[in-house]
């Protein structure tokens, strides 16, 4: 049994909220442990969301709720709110159970975990409950039928009336991604061949000392640095490899440069007096677009810093925003819907505005991740992204027309 919400499960919940919404895991309690106060942290104030309960009898039951969880000590009103079991011990058996009238839909108390109904019809935990073997032994109790219609079922019928949880999840339940019928971002040219052999015969502009340009990628830990390098690097051997290293960990994958000292002019391979050729022409930050919406702080700050020292030197920025797909399940599905996507085109946005570059800096990719062979559509992004690039990096290279006759 999964104990987390599959696939089918979000199609089901979609199914009876008649919409197509996607979740996002804000709650689990196997992680952020079995207590009212985490519960209360991660989920109040959050909107609508799914409250899931893995039991050891292997039933998957919950509740929705349309309203957000507060700490407020009071019941809340949700016509909308229904319980709804998955699961039955271990076999597909979904069933939905709409509240009577909604008055007590919720009850939201700061020191209880998920409670539905005003009978207890699903009240989970109050406090903090420790983990016994391999499952949460909930303190609540599951009473359904004050507040909801059970339609003949109970405690029994709904989960084995066992509170037993392997796992407690609370997903939010967001507007999904909408597909429309017009790019959001016009593309001139969207064949990947067309694509690849502008930039194959690519060379900097005339008149300038540089046989090739230098873009700087720049990300935090895990951005996907290392993985658009490959997914370019794919593109142009032919075939997915992985050259540099990817991977998730806590700390920097690729150390190559040891991170944790700066270059100095001691440094072997500076340059004091660097070439026109030696300089960095473009700065492309990577940024992971599932943590746009929890950007942290300091690589915020640190992303502005570099930011300013580019500025002075005018040297053009991007943005390269990875991850696309997990922002929008179409894309996740088919990456040729990336520039249709109402999802992406809002990330773009709000990546623009966290950064302060111009939206058509911000250059969506999925990178190859997943994949064997390669794939047109996942591609085009990426070489329009690096044409981009170059474009930029030529404009910068204009500065520099005048003053290459020293050497
Ligand atoms: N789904 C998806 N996963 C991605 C994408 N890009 C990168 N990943 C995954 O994200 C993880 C981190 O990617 P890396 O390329 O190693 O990140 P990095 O910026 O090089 O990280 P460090 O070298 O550790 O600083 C890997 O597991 C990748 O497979 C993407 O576009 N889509
Ligand atoms: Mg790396």
Request: with cysteine.
């Amino acid at each position: 049994m999964e104990r987390t919400l599959t696939k089918k499960d979000q199609k089901q919940l979609n199914k009876w909220l008649n919409a197509k919404k996607v979740f996002e895991l804000l709650y689990k309690a196997s992680r952020d442990g079995c207590s009212n106060t985490a519960f209360h942290q991660k989920c109040d104030n959050k909107g609508p969301t799914v409250t899931i309960l893995y039991n050891t009898s292997d039933c998957v039951f919950g509740g929705y709720t349309s309203v957000s969880w507060d700490s407020a000590g009071a019941y809340r009103v949700d016509p909308t709110a229904f319980l709804f079991r998955l699961y039955f011990k271990g076999s597909s058996n979904p069933k939905k159970y709409p509240a009577i009238n909604g008055t007590n839909a919720i009850y939201g108390h700061a020191n209880y975990g998920p409670t539905f109904g005003s009978g207890h019809d699903i009240y989970s935990f109050n406090a903090t409950v420790a983990l016994s073997g391999a499952s949460f032994p909930l303190n609540g109790s599951l009473t359904p039928g004050t507040s909801y219609v059970m339609a003949g079922d109970n405690a029994a019928s709904l989960a084995c009336s066992s509170l037993n949880c392997y796992d407690v999840e609370v997903y939010s339940v967001k507007d999904g991604s909408i597909i429309n019928d017009d790019q959001w971002r016009q593309l001139t040219e969207s064949k990947s061949e067309v694509l690849k052999s502008e930039i194959e015969t690519y060379s900097p502009i005339d008149g300038v000392k540089v046989g090739r340009v230098n873009i700087l990628l720049v990300g935090a830990v895990g951005a996907g640095k290392s993985s658009y390098f490959n997914t370019i690097n794919s593109i142009f051997r032919g075939h997915v490899t992985s050259q540099a290293c990817s991977g998730s960990a806590e700390h920097s994958l690729t150390t190559h440069f040891n991170p944790a000292v700066s270059i100095s002019p001691d440094t072997p391979g500076y340059k004091k007096t660097p070439k026109t050729q030696d300089i960095i022409h473009c700065v492309a930050f990577v940024i992971d677009g599932c943590s746009v919406d929890v950007f942290p702080d300091k690589i915020l700050q640190n992303m502005k810093a570099i930011q300013q020292k580019a500025n002075r030197r005018g040297i053009p920025q991007v943005v390269i925003l990875t991850k696309v797909d997990k922002s929008c399940p179409y894309v996740e599905e088919d990456p040729g819907t990336l520039f249709y996507s109402s999802a992406v085109s809002e990330l773009v946005e709000q990546v623009s505005q966290l950064i302060g570059l111009p939206r058509a800096h911000v250059l969506p990719v999925k990178n190859y991740e997943k994949e064997m062979e390669l794939v047109d559509d996942v591609d085009v992004p990426a070489l329009v992204s690096l044409r981009q690039m170059l474009r930029f990096a030529d404009d910068y290279l204009y500065n520099f027309l005048d003053e290459e006759d020293e050497d």
